[in-house]
């Protein structure tokens, strides 16, 4: 009997998940928001991680549901609901629980649960696993199996997709393990590298965006001093990228639903353990203080330029966490935003790439706009928080048309070509 596949979760790990594997397999997508079922199954995915030609090609093999009942018949459950943080940067493993608890109502001897949300070591044989046994009343390895595989999803990159990114399988015993991975072999034509235990999958992924995050954390500090000396530190990075071996990154702010995240889960466990991270605690500290910073030069950019900061007009491009992508989840531009506000600016947003009544899911903005480059009002600073390719193609007469003369433009991303103060 082939396997039958349930994907709990469709955000954007589990919906490209889920088409990846309804090419060769029975699939069911299960949500617990009806109207992103009601969505998908008319062919809309409202992150623009799958088109509407994709969303047809699979609709015979793939059903998309709220109802627990629907995924009762599927022998292997993967779970990709999100691991967020609270607000004191705790993980909050509320959906990873929740989900391991409704798996559990309906779990069946043989049955093996997946689980590809970003955790901490331990966390699925110590938590989730638990809930399972609880709620089904059968024992691990013996009447059901887990494995885990970490999502390796990057949220608007049409050229990276799933299927093209090298995939971290596990299992929880060797044979399953070996079955997990000829699972995901079986879709994933970058090919496989299986753990030698669920711990070692799990460490991995949470150490993949770590890393990105200590490194971007050292370019952000020195971008802080080098500004402070008055140097460019775009050219310096220029110059050093010249060594073979130096890792060019340049500075910027790190939100989404992993860099700006995952690290909290790894100095969580760490610090449970009695071992303080510092280093890692302290490149958080710096990224998380970029937008505050780069506000703080607005306000000294307008003061230097003789404009007034109470009631001035300020244009924020961009809102999503990163480029060509409507993904606004842990966005570091609503902290510029905040700070801007705080010196009693009027804040106008214009990001091309998010619905309107989107942000009310995730926080409370205000001052959304249409395309200012179509209107009549007039800036005193326009800050370029996002390189979406609408706003790489502008030019210098675009700024000019909708600004007060001298405008004050503020790059955060290298998209303009004489800035007033780039990042």
């Given at each position: 009997m082939q396997d039958k596949i349930a994907i709990i979760g469709l955000g954007y790990v589990g919906l490209p998940l889920a088409h990846a594997f309804a090419e060769k397999y029975e699939v069911v997508g299960f949500d617990i928001n009806q109207d992103r079922v009601d969505e998908l199954q008319k062919g809309y995915d409202r992150t623009l991680e799958l088109s509407s030609v994709q969303l047809l090609e699979i609709k015979e093999k793939i059903a998309f549901t709220t109802a627990v009942g629907d995924i009762a018949s599927c022998n292997i459950y993967i779970v990709t609901v999100p691991t967020p943080i609270d607000s004191g940067n705790r993980p909050d493993l509320t959906p990873l629980i929740k989900s391991s608890q409704t798996i559990g109502t309906i779990l069946k001897k043989n049955d093996i649960v997946i689980y590809e949300s970003t955790v901490y070591p331990g966390?699925?044989?110590?938590?989730?696993?638990?809930e399972l046994e609880k709620i089904s009343g059968l024992k691990f390895n013996e009447d059901f199996f887990a494995g885990y595989s970490p999502e390796r999803i990057n949220p608007g990159d049409k050229e990276h997709t799933v299927k093209k990114i090298l995939k971290v399988t596990s299992g929880s015993t060797p044979q399953i393990a070996q079955k997990v991975d000829n699972l995901y072999?079986?879709?994933?034509?970058?090919?496989?590298?299986?753990?030698?235990?669920?711990?070692?999958?799990?460490?991995?992924?949470?150490?993949?965006?770590?890393?990105?995050?200590?490194?971007?954390?050292?370019?952000?500090?020195?971008?802080?001093?080098?500004?402070?000396?008055?140097?460019?530190?775009?050219?310096?990075?220029?110059?050093?990228a010249t060594k073979w071996n130096f890792i060019k990154l340049t500075p910027g702010l790190v939100g989404g639903h992993c860099i700006g995240v995952d690290p909290y889960y790894l100095t969580f466990k760490a610090e449970e353990l009695g071992y303080k991270p510092n280093l890692i605690l302290g490149a958080r500290q710096i990224n998380n203080s970029m937008g505050k910073y780069i506000a703080e030069k607005t306000v000294k950019q307008m003061i230097a330029h003789d404009k007034r900061i109470k009631d001035t007009n300020i244009l924020v491009l961009g809102v999503t966490f990163k480029e060509n992508c409507p993904d606004m989840r842990n966005t570091k531009v609503?902290?510029?935003?905040?700070?801007?506000?705080?010196?009693?600016?009027?804040?106008?947003i214009y990001d091309p790439w998010v619905d309107k009544d989107e942000p009310k899911q995730h926080y409370e903005l205000e001052g959304l706009i249409d395309d200012p480059f179509k209107a009549d009002k007039k800036y005193d600073a326009i800050v370029a928080a996002v390189a979406h390719d609408q706003f790489c193609a502008l030019s210098h007469e675009d700024y000019a048309r909708i600004s007060t003369p001298e405008p004050v433009l503020i790059d955060v991303k290298g998209i303009i070509k004489e800035p007033s103060w780039r990042l």
């Open positions: 966390v699925t044989e110590e938590v989730c696993v638990p072999k079986s879709i994933i034509s970058a090919g496989t590298h299986m753990a030698s235990s669920i711990k070692v999958a799990e460490a991995s992924k949470v150490i993949e965006n770590t890393q990105r995050d200590v490194n971007i954390a050292l370019i952000n500090e020195l971008a802080l001093i080098f500004d402070t000396m008055g140097i460019d530190t775009t050219e310096v990075i220029e110059a050093a609503v902290d510029i935003i905040d700070e801007l506000k705080s010196y009693g600016c009027n804040v106008d």
